[in-house]
């Protein structure tokens, strides 16, 4: 088991500026862009929907 001391960092500011100079926004802006806001309900009622069509894959065969 750990100790409480165990599981403490020492951050240093500058390393850490250092590190966020790298961060490439862009990724981090378009993720934001694409994101989708789905209510809980309509999640709900998406997995009440009857599945018609299910492809199943043999994992066990193979094949030479």
Do not use: C, G, H, Y
Request: net charge negative; aromatic share 4%; hydrophobic share 40%.
């Amino acid at each position: 088991m750990l100790s409480p001391k165990a599981r403490r960092l020492k951050a240093v500011k500058s390393k850490i500026e250092a590190e966020e100079e790298k961060f490439d926004f862009s990724i981090l802006d378009k993720v934001v862009e694409e994101a989708n806001n789905v209510d809980i309900r309509e999640i709900a009622q998406q997995t009440e929907q009857e599945v018609v069509e299910v492809e199943t894959v043999n994992a066990s065969a193979r094949t030479t």
